[in-house]
């Protein structure tokens, strides 16, 4: 049986994330959602070194459990790419969604807004706030600031180099309807054409919660292909 292990963004759960994907598994996968540090029912906490704690955090059950692949979804995305980099004998495959290997110029300041709007997002959207509370508990407000602090000043890029390594089979799925994602599968289908890109149309940020059948059978084709 082939194991998936799906690894969800930003303040969200394996469970709010990918419940769609689990349920069109068919026989012969097992799905595997973690709860990455700081979210969730996960046991360990966020930590400053957020990134790199949480990559081995998730190296430390592959390893337990065997080769396996990867689905990420943003910062999940930004995971599966550098565990494919660091340990690609533990990988059978990787799928990334709402990922681009670097920010770009004109997102810094963008980024930056966000970054103080989150900090204070009790007062800014109460309701976005209650719903962190309700899935992590009250560990929600210290994980919140410790992934914002490193996806906004110390984004885990992929240099072209390591880009160009990746031997693992990839699949890059984003949307059309961010223009720095559409430029991010353009630039890594250049510097690795082993790379399997697509882009589904009408599509932001979170691909396989916008638009789940879709997503579905295209994730599907691909762990198929590389059974």
């Keep these: 049986m082939k194991r998936v292990y799906f690894l969800h963004g930003f303040m969200g759960t394996g469970e709010t994330h990918f419940s769609n994907q689990v349920s069109s598994l068919g026989d012969g996968y097992e799905a595997i959602l973690i709860d990455l540090p ?20 998730v190296i430390s059950q592959m390893k337990q459990e065997g080769e396996v692949f990867l689905v990420g979804l943003s910062l999940g995305a930004s995971l599966a790419i550098h565990i494919a980099l660091r340990e690609p004998e533990l990988v059978k495959g990787i799928v990334l969604t709402g990922y681009s290997p670097y ?35 009250d560990k929600w407000h210290k994980t919140l600031k410790k992934v914002l602090y490193q996806m906004t000043y110390k984004y885990p890029s992929a240099t072209p180099e390591e880009i160009k390594s990746i031997r693992v089979p990839m699949l890059l799925l984003n949307g059309s309807n961010e223009m720095h994602e559409v430029e991010a599968a353009t630039y890594m289908k250049k510097l690795n054409n082993d790379i399997r890109v697509g882009l589904v149309p009408d599509t932001g940020h979170t691909v396989n919660i916008e638009e789940p059948a879709i997503y579905n059978k295209i994730l599907t084709t691909f762990l198929e292909a590389n059974k």
């Design 38 to 57: 700081g979210h969730g029912n996960s046991p360990v906490e966020a930590s400053d070194n957020y990134f790199e704690d949480a990559l081995k955090y």
């Design 103 to 137: 920010i770009p110029e004109e997102l810094i300041s963008v980024m930056e807004k966000q970054y103080e709007f989150f900090l204070n997002i009790e007062e800014n959207d109460k309701e976005t706030a209650e719903y962190f509370m309700s899935l992590h508990g």
